[in-house]
């Protein structure tokens, strides 16, 4: 039995979302691990899949990493509303989180998330040109600069200020929604599947 088919409440699903959401990022092998994230650019829509790297409370804050000259950056500084997607295929289960999202790029979070990366990790975000640009095969590996630097590191940090959760059950589907207001989460109510 699927441990979703234990909900009885619209709080015990949101717990349920919150617990799967905050072991994926430790957890590699969690399908919440990497998820969807959506914005728009130019009132258009734009998804993307990235890893989950880190889950803070209060409320529910998801960190992801990024290189600063990407579209998906430019898209949330100029627009800060983001949706986040996440499928779990052995409980199907659907999260789907609003958020409101900011760039990091400085502060302790910052400096210490960069100093624990790996030298392979890092170099990810050293490239010469920006991300996107034609290089001209598959194969091919994009010019790096001369030194290394974090210039173009960012943390992009979402707080998530409403979310459903949809669970697809053999006992009946449970569809519960619910919203996060200074730091809590409040609202849970059932809503038909």
């Given at each position: 039995?699927?441990?979703?088919?234990?909900?009885?409440?619209?709080?015990?699903?949101?717990?349920?979302?919150?617990?799967?959401?905050?072991?994926s990022?430790a957890?590699?092998?969690?399908?919440?691990?990497?998820?969807?994230?959506?914005?728009?650019?130019?009132?258009?829509?734009?998804?993307r899949?990235?890893?989950?790297r880190?889950?803070?409370?209060?409320?529910?804050?998801?960190?992801?990493?990024s290189?600063?000259?990407?579209?998906?950056?430019?898209a949330?500084?100029?627009?800060?509303?983001?949706?986040?997607l996440?499928?779990?295929?052995k409980l199907?289960?659907?999260?789907?989180?609003?958020?409101?999202?900011?760039?990091?790029?400085?502060?302790?979070?910052?400096e210490?998330?960069?100093?624990?990366?790996?030298?392979?990790?890092q170099?990810?975000?050293?490239?010469k040109?920006?991300?996107?640009?034609?290089i001209?095969?598959?194969?091919?590996?994009?010019?790096?600069?001369?030194?290394?630097?974090?210039?173009?590191?960012?943390?992009?940090?979402?707080e998530?200020?409403?979310?459903?959760?949809?669970?697809?059950?053999h006992?009946?589907?449970?569809?519960?929604?619910?919203?996060?207001?200074?730091?809590?989460?409040?609202?849970?109510?059932?809503?038909?599947?």
């Open positions: 039995m699927k441990p979703t088919e234990q909900i009885k409440s619209a709080d015990e699903a949101a717990e349920f979302a919150e617990r799967q959401v905050t072991r990022a957890d590699a092998k969690h399908p919440f691990r990497y998820p969807v994230l959506s914005t728009v650019t130019d009132k258009k829509p734009e998804s899949i990235l890893v989950l880190r889950v803070t409370s209060p409320g529910l804050t998801l960190w992801m990493y290189d600063l000259r990407t579209g998906k950056v430019r949330l500084e100029r627009n800060p509303e983001a949706s986040v996440f499928w779990h295929p199907s289960m659907q999260l789907r989180a609003a958020c409101q999202a900011s760039i990091v790029r400085a502060g302790e979070l910052w210490e998330t960069w100093e624990n990366m790996s030298e392979e990790r170099a990810e975000y050293n490239t040109h920006t991300p996107g640009t034609a001209g095969s598959l194969h091919a590996q994009p010019e790096m600069r001369e030194e290394r630097t974090r210039e173009s590191f960012a943390l992009i940090r979402l998530v200020y409403a979310a459903e959760a949809l669970m697809l059950r006992s009946g589907h449970l569809r519960a929604s619910w919203t996060y207001k200074d730091g809590k989460r409040s609202s849970a109510l059932c809503l038909v599947p």
